[in-house]
């Protein structure tokens, strides 16, 4: 496998490094506003079989690259394939998002868990990044992910998604011992996942902490950057002679930025609720930070999308370390011409903040 | 109307005066985990006709009080009887949370609402107030209570409850002049009607602002707090001779606490994501400080309880302007025992940190 890069903007942002303009990519790039995103997710018959069928998976991680001058492409797939594979049974009800057939509530429950085995398990990931990577022959580099195991362990033990997450902190308050438990196989899980992602090609990961904001600092600290942080502590860090960052995203984490900062990270993701100006003044000796754009500009005209832009740009200020890209994933019914304005709009506005006098 | 209180703990604390003991209710202390409030809806056979009714609505405020030893009492009733009083049409769905028949999507919407004559429109909720005061008879005061017009507009706009806020936020960036002219009619509306709840006998008032915490900084100050802000320079800042607090509570607006407190409340609201220490630190010297256990804590045995309730004691520290509360409403599933627990165990251990040497 050949280890040039066209373009290494993100990666050497995320190491802090120099660049000419900043780089950016969004979450959920490749999903349903794109209308060939539809089309192909219709072909595929349901959304798990899209995620299952490397080519298919290839196809919809590609398609954004073909329109948009993005500075990454990103694994298509979805958080909740390790807790499928972990033994208790994803499904998608019609309209009401992921489901488990078995969630995990005991002891047992929880001793009835696989660690994952990617080989063996989740195969069609590893496939999918190994052909995303030839498809990609070099142009920019390819993120592979997982979710948090607190964010994972949300799903389990909710048994889907949630809105006040009762049962999970049901068990933190009453039971944490068995929350340790379960959080640490779903740990141990994520460490031969995401390694098995480095082996077959991905260059930089991010771990989605989709749902740590919803806790107090403490338990923050104790039930999902512990976690994160040991399973930064189990990844290969060095892979086809460079350096694999790795990017931790807590939405709604701002108040917490100083330990999250401490967690083994390279970047760490920011929501559109802080300052990034703040944010750089707090960690940006320390950290590459990423965001961090409220993904609702989307919906505005192209000029405030550009003046939106222009005022991150600024609030980041001169100097490297940042990755453009939204506070979270791209919504669904955004107009795809809003996105290249935004994604032009970042390299354009941020060329003078990379010129060396 | 008696201006005598056998407990003004609260009242003290709002505005940081002396108290023996930490002051403590709980947001939604009237509710679902009482089985005596299930009761009585049942009576009434749906929520909206217990919130229009004087006597019920009476029934479940006092409900808490002759459980536990709160220190304030609060109106039952919903943030969403004023739009519905606007004449968008409130109703609930089996399941599925409250719904608009006519949300407000355009000019012609925004024209076509009403401001609020509370003595017309809300004649119910402040009948309620005044039997309230009556059967309270001075134990402890009464708080009256709105939504800010910002959550309040997110249903009215929405149709309901949402999740990403896609159609207000699309209506904020193409056209913020529309969601302005909305704002302003929905500030208005709380204007009147809060002081129209001041007038009735409501003797510190709270402004919900449960949605405020997904916009961006810049948002959030434009159109969230600005108008608080002028919620607050509209109301009645005296009556019976006291002064009347304000309490304004931003859910996830734990980052922006420097310019919440500069709005003119008198005390800022909590949720759990913050530590009460960096708050205090913060903004302690110009406001009192209400919040902030996570609610799910109730769910633990009482000895986590106590030690989660010792550790925001603690992380206050000695002296005043701290109102003990949960940072957000009390769940349902929770044991009415475990709040007894909760209620106590603020004032047991709050006591040493008001002894004056």
């Known amino acids: 496998m050949s280890t040039s890069l066209k373009n290494d903007r993100f990666l050497r942002a995320l190491l802090r490094q120099d660049v000419d303009v900043t780089p950016v990519w969004m979450m959920r790039q490749a999903g349903r506003y794109l209308p060939e995103y539809r089309a192909t997710r219709a072909q595929a018959g349901d959304f798990l079989t899209l995620c299952k069928t490397p080519a298919l998976a290839c196809e919809v991680t590609l398609q954004p690259l073909r329109r948009f001058a993005l500075d990454a492409a990103i694994l298509f797939s979805d958080i909740l394939t390790v807790p499928d594979a972990m033994g208790i049974e994803l499904y998608f009800e019609q309209g009401e998002g992921p489901r488990f057939r078995k969630p995990v509530r005991s002891a047992a429950d929880v001793d009835a868990l696989r660690i994952v085995d990617t080989q063996r398990d989740l195969r069609y990931v590893t496939d999918a990044v190994a052909l995303i990577r030839r498809e990609l022959n070099g142009s920019v580099p390819l993120i592979g992910f997982s979710g948090s195991p607190w964010t994972i362990a949300t799903y389990m033990v909710e048994g889907g998604g949630s809105k006040d ?80 960052p790795v990017i931790v995203f807590t939405k709604n984490g701002g108040l917490w930025l100083d330990v999250i900062s401490t967690c083994g990270a390279d970047c760490v993701g920011l929501d559109w609720t802080i300052d990034i100006s703040e944010a750089r003044r707090r960690i940006g000796g320390k950290v590459a930070l990423q965001g961090n754009l409220d993904p609702s500009v989307l919906y505005a005209p192209a000029e405030v999308i550009r003046q939106e832009v222009a005022a991150i740009l600024a609030g980041f200020g001169q100097g490297n370390g940042h990755v453009f890209n939204l506070g979270h994933g791209i919504h669904q019914h955004v107009d795809p011409e809003h996105a290249r304005v935004f994604v032009d709009a970042v390299h354009e506005l941020s060329a003078p903040y990379h010129r060396h006098v």
């Not at 068995?178 to 082996?199: E, R």
């Not at 919803?214 to 104790?222: D, G, K």
């Open 165 to 244: 997450f009762a049962i999970i902190k049901q068990m933190m308050m009453a039971t944490p011992a068995l929350l340790h438990g379960l959080l640490d196989k779903v740990a141990q899980s994520v460490i031969g996942y995401l390694n098995a992602q480095i082996t077959a090609g991905a260059q930089a990961v991010q771990i989605f902490d989709t749902w740590g904001g919803v806790l107090s600092p403490t338990a923050y600290r104790e039930f999902s950057l512990a976690y994160m942080s040991k399973i930064i502590n189990g990844l290969i860090r060095e892979h086809e002679g460079r350096r694999v």
